[in-house]
């Protein structure tokens, strides 16, 4: 049997809501220390086969493992990069959402930065692959996410501490021993889950980052060059998506402001293949910055599907919305794909288990009404 290539017309960005069954033995074994590792693991299994049965029986054509193994979308990669700690402290919150605050989890850099050979998630991975019939994917943090949520005073290893840059090329290094990686162990499409450019479109966050004496220009060039660098000279059989939005916890969100000082960086220098773009709403602001995406075989996924409420969107109303896209950019150069996932941490957006299914059954539904294919 064949196994039909990204692109895709309907894809999703990859975190599925966890069951009341992993919620509870990763608390067995997190909190109350109850059972094994590999007790967790049987479950999480179990949970994952259950996640790929509903993509696969939606109808779409590509299936992740829900980051059902993991806490968060983001600190569980970089927790098991070679220089990384996580540090829990004793403060009120981690990261202020509009309305939700994270667990005080914070992580710092305490040596040089690498890939190791033997990462968790490229078993993750394999896993997937060896339990669906369509396209396997992972999704993974990008590496801007490794300088963007680390404050300067827990960056320890000197180096990295008196030049910022040295720590970028050396992100970009163990980024492209991840791909070798990934590669290596089946996967064909990987994803990276980069949306620091999107925050640093956020006249807050750009303020933000001036005060700290970083130009938030100057650092969307340097996160779309370590994308680039971390992914050039990839094997032609591989494909890289992107995903972009403005925070995703509890169905709150943190940043907001519309694409414009990050596209060209974005669709023009990073080297990516396929963009997923929260675009749920006005605070992404308009469709005007899709112009910015080459012609050619790039792919846009505008994300007009909300992951943070479980009403459905209309067909009705997503078909105008492309409509207005195709202004921008070629229709014939994008696919559908919800805003963002349905857990970026293990709480879950405040939806159900229906909300979700209903979700993906409208991306398949869509992208079948609009392109006759998926």
């Not at 605050?101 to 078993?123: C, K, Q, S, Y």
């Not at 290893?157 to 910022?164: A, E, F, G, R, S």
């Not at 910055?289 to 209309?314: A, D, Q, W, Y």
């Not at 202004?327 to 994008?334: G, L, P």
Request: charged share 30%.
């Amino acid at each position: 049997m064949t196994i039909a290539r990204p692109p895709f017309r309907a894809d999703h960005v990859g975190s599925l809501l966890r069951n009341a069954a992993v919620k509870e033995a990763r608390h067995r074994f997190h909190d109350e220390k109850a059972i094994s590792r590999e007790d967790l693991a049987e479950v999480e299994d179990a949970a994952i086969r259950e996640a790929i049965k509903l993509q696969q029986d939606v109808g779409l054509p590509v299936v992740t493992d829900g980051e059902i193994r993991r806490s968060f979308w983001h600190y569980d990669f970089m927790a098991e990069l070679d220089g990384f700690k996580f540090v829990e402290r004793d403060v009120a919150t981690g990261h202020n959402f509009k309305g939700a605050n994270t667990r005080p989890i914070f992580p710092t850099i305490t040596g040089p930065v690498d890939f190791p050979a033997d990462h968790p998630m490229l078993e993750h991975f394999k896993f997937v692959a060896a339990n669906t019939s369509v396209m396997p994917k992972i999704s993974i943090p990008g590496p801007s996410c490794c300088h963007f949520r680390v404050a300067k005073d827990d960056i320890t290893h000197k180096p990295y501490h008196d030049d910022v840059e040295l720590l970028f090329a050396d992100l970009a290094k163990a980024y492209k021993k991840a791909v070798k990686g990934f590669y290596d162990a089946g996967c064909r499409y990987l994803q990276m889950d980069d949306i620091f450019f999107a925050y640093l479109c956020d006249p807050k966050i750009r303020a933000e980052k001036q005060a700290q004496g970083l130009d938030p220009d100057w650092l969307i060039e340097q996160y779309a060059k370590m994308m680039h660098d971390a992914i050039d000279g990839r094997p032609d059989d591989m494909v890289i998506g992107m995903h972009m939005c403005r925070g995703n916890f509890k169905s709150t969100w943190i940043a907001e402001g519309a694409y414009d000082p990050a596209a060209d960086a974005v669709f023009n220098k990073t080297g990516v293949d396929i963009y997923f773009m929260e675009y749920d709403t006005e605070r992404a602001g308009g469709l005007d910055p899709l112009r910015l995406l080459p012609k050619g075989n790039k792919r846009v996924m505008p994300g007009f599907i909300t992951t943070k409420t479980g009403e459905p969107e209309s067909l009705d109303s997503l078909r105008r919305k492309f409509d207005e896209a195709g202004k921008f950019a070629d229709i014939e150069q994008m696919g559908i794909a919800p805003q963002c996932g349905f857990s970026s941490t293990e709480e879950g957006n405040a939806i159900t288990v229906d909300d979700q299914k209903r979700k993906l059954e409208l991306v398949v539904k869509t992208a079948e009404a609009i392109w006759g294919s998926v």
